[in-house]
């Protein structure tokens, strides 16, 4: 599966994040990127989230007002379907290689963009078919740090068993 990078986003933290054109991801994440709360969010299981700009079309055609950055995502990408995306897969994303690790789950700082917005994108059930799954976006980890730039490719290169 392959798509493009069609954002990449940072903040000092805190909804929205912005675009830049590129960014150097590390272990800890992409560089500048802040976060209001690092209790939750960052660190080397969270360093990067990745949303599909195909879940926040989606999204606004439920009637939400999101754009790419909106939901703190780091890297929005087109061609990528999340109904298929795992945990543990990898990913090479520009030069970096990141690794799903685990679904972003619901946020307050969402409830910006209407409360029901959390029960859209994310269930507690475990039901990896269900058109919920990947709205809420997934964290990953650097497994190899490298550069990010709009229009990059972005591909699954490995599955774990």
């Known amino acids: ?16 994040k912005l675009a830049v054109p590129e960014g150097r991801l590390d272990f800890l994440g992409i560089e500048g990127d802040l976060h209001a ?6 660190g080397p299981e969270r360093a990067v989230l990745l949303i599909t700009l195909e879940g926040i079309e989606e999204l606004i055609g439920r009637g939400y007002p999101l754009y790419p950055g909106a939901m703190g995502e780091n890297l929005t990408t087109r061609g990528l379907d999340r109904r298929y995306l795992r945990i543990g897969q990898q990913l090479r994303a520009g030069s970096a290689l990141i690794e799903i690790s685990r679904l972003r789950g619901p946020c307050t700082a969402l409830d910006v963009y209407g409360q029901a917005l959390k029960s859209e994108v994310y269930s507690t059930t475990d039901q990896e078919g269900a058109a919920w799954w990947g709205l809420s976006g ?7 740090p490298g550069r990010v730039r709009t229009n990059d490719i972005i591909k699954v290169v490995a599955t774990l068993a």
Request: proline share 7%; net charge positive.
């Open 138 to 144: 997934f964290y990953a980890r650097v497994l190899d």
């Open 1 to 16: 599966m392959t798509g493009s990078i069609i954002q990449v986003s940072i903040s000092r933290g805190g909804l929205p």
């Open 37 to 42: 709360h690092p209790q939750i969010h960052g």
